[in-house]
């Protein structure tokens, strides 16, 4: 769920701060970012928040959601890949994207296997 409300948060602060936005987004890039909020905010902020929700409450759909938020975080971190090349050409949305796939698998790992 924290993963969730930091995605969020994270969108905030792209369109807040310049500054912020520079750390990860060159200029050049930021149409294409601009672009990718409302799936981002959907599937990657809301779904984590969603999914934690639901394993914390033993929904019955639970396992089958944290994998699907696993595919969307796998997504998410391809793009973030794909920016590195062009045009965006900042590497902390890469490394914050692959903790985020790293930690969403273990999750999933977890209770699938619970």
């Known amino acids: 769920m924290a993963q969730g409300v930091i995605g969020v948060l994270w969108w ?3 369109y807040a701060s310049s500054t912020v936005r520079d750390w990860f987004v ?3 890039g930021w ?4 672009s990718l909020v409302a799936a981002d ?3 990657f902020g809301a779904g984590s928040i969603v999914v934690g929700l639901a394993v914390l409450q033993g929904r019955q759909w639970a396992r089958g959601a944290v994998v699907a938020l696993t595919a969307v975080t796998a997504y998410a971190t391809l793009v973030a890949a794909a920016w590195v090349v ?7 949305g890469l ?3 692959t903790a985020a796939l790293a ?3 273990l999750s999933a790992r977890t ?4």
Request: glycine share 6%.
């Open 12 to 14: 905030v602060l792209l």
């Open 26 to 28: 060159a200029e050049a």
């Open 31 to 34: 149409p294409v970012a601009r």
């Open 41 to 43: 905010v959907v599937g």
């Open 86 to 92: 062009a045009p965006v050409d900042r590497w902390l």
């Open 95 to 97: 490394i914050a994207m």
């Open 103 to 105: 930690m969403t698998a």
């Open 111 to 114: 209770v699938l296997a619970g």
